[in-house]
């Protein structure tokens, strides 16, 4: 089992930034792809960003790609997700994910792991 801890959450004001960390413990030499998904009040999970174990390669949804930056550090089995100019739109709690596969999925029924979430609230 693999347990995801994320934090950093909170209000900022449009055009802010924040840094999410999400922490992993547990069997974390069976992690490979690590990513962060978010879910807005009334709406359904959508993908963010996900990163390869190597941390080489990524994938960025269209909504916020070129001001979210997802970034790892293995030796302490932690993931960031670094969000910049941030928009009221951006509002929603923030899940960390981690899948076994290797590769860089998008869909919420391939991760095989879930963090309980962190809230991010962007005012306009």
């Known amino acids: 089992q693999v347990q995801l801890v994320e934090s950093g959450g909170g209000l900022v004001q449009a055009g802010g930034s924040l840094r999410l960390s999400c922490e992993a413990s547990?069997?974390?030499?069976?992690?490979?792809?690590m990513a962060w998904f978010r879910q807005a009040p009334g709406k359904e999970r959508e993908f963010v960003v996900a990163?390869?174990?190597?941390?080489?390669?990524?994938s960025y949804a269209n909504s916020i790609k070129g001001r979210f930056i997802i970034s790892r550090e293995n030796a302490k089995n932690t993931v960031y997700l670094q969000m910049n100019s941030l928009k009221p739109e951006d509002t929603a709690v923030y899940y960390c994910?981690?899948?076994?596969?290797?590769?860089?999925?998008?869909?919420?029924?391939?991760?095989?792991?879930w963090g309980q979430g962190t809230q991010v609230t962007v005012s306009s």
């Open positions: 547990g069997r974390t030499d069976s992690m490979y792809t």
């Open positions: 990163v390869t174990r190597s941390g080489i390669s990524t």
């Open positions: 994910a981690a899948d076994r596969s290797g590769g860089l999925r998008a869909r919420v029924a391939e991760y095989d792991y």
